[in-house]
């Protein structure tokens, strides 16, 4: 009987040491909504014919069972050809594992950034970046999340070097670098030369009255100097316009004394 009992005990205990392994990993796959994911940028970008790819994953508090594996692997979808890319896994360990892995504190929670880059191919302009995360403790694994992180990648130095293909009923199974459909848009760069410059010249002649320096109201209100101070006014203004220079000449008839002359001269 006392043998029976002990058996019985070891069976119980076997089997609440199972459950609460299951259960550890259940755990994290329901409350998955909790970690944060972002990427950088988003969407992702290419760069000399390659995608470099940086995700990073916060854990919160209580999250990261002490005793788990958690595995991270990144994967590249195209919506169009049904290509993917996975990237090189990242494995991330709970406080209790001894192991050589970047380790997620239970109580505190933690961040883990991931970096890798990838090849670039056309049948990616249009595709999904997925984050599949397994959990595994002991012989259990269970799938943590298999979640869409980011939406296509950005190929603007490519529509500028090659122009771009519009997707306005082209065929999207097209080879990659064949010619454009139809009704595709072409960016072209068009040379447009800039326009050439000229030399204006502009003057205004004042008269002043007999044996005097200064001019009298009637001079200062011709229609003539009202256009010449607009015109100067203009030209400051206008970005396209330039001042090159401005030159006063004044002269004085000999009429009368020479130090008389001299005076107005002064």
Do not use: W
């Not at 603007?156 to 997707?167: A, K």
Request: aromatic fraction near 6%; hydrophobic fraction near 35%.
């Amino acid at each position: 009987m006392k043998k029976k009992t002990v058996n019985y005990l070891a069976l119980m205990l076997a089997t609440a040491f199972l459950a609460s392994g299951c259960n550890g990993l259940k755990k994290m796959a329901a409350n998955s909504d909790l970690v944060e994911r972002s990427i950088t940028p988003n969407p992702l970008e290419m760069h000399a014919g390659r995608i470099p790819v940086s995700i990073t994953v916060t854990f919160p508090p209580k999250y990261f069972d002490k005793k788990a594996y958690l595995v991270c692997t990144p994967t590249l979808k195209s919506d169009n050809f049904g290509d993917e890319i996975k990237m090189k896994n990242a494995t991330l360990q709970g406080s209790a594992v001894k192991d050589n892995n970047t380790t997620i504190d239970y109580k505190n929670g933690g961040t883990y950034t991931y970096k890798d880059t990838i090849d670039y191919s056309d049948h990616f302009r249009s595709s999904d970046l997925v984050l599949n995360m397994k959990a595994t403790k002991g012989t259990k694994t269970e799938t943590v999340c298999d979640i869409k992180i980011g939406d296509g990648v950005n190929v603007t130095p490519l529509l500028v070097q090659e122009g771009i293909r519009v997707d306005n009923g082209a065929d999207p199974k097209a080879a990659a670098g064949s010619a454009p459909a139809a009704n595709a848009g072409l960016l072209i760069d068009v040379n447009v030369p800039k326009p050439k410059s000229s030399l204006t010249t502009k003057s205004l002649t004042m008269y002043y009255p007999l044996q005097q320096s200064s001019f009298d109201r009637k001079e200062q209100k011709k229609s003539e100097v009202a256009d010449f101070v607009n015109l100067l006014t203009d030209a400051s203004t206008d970005v396209n316009t330039s001042i090159k220079s401005i030159e006063v000449a004044s002269y004085a008839s000999p009429d009368g004394p020479e130090d008389m002359n001299q005076k107005l001269v002064d």
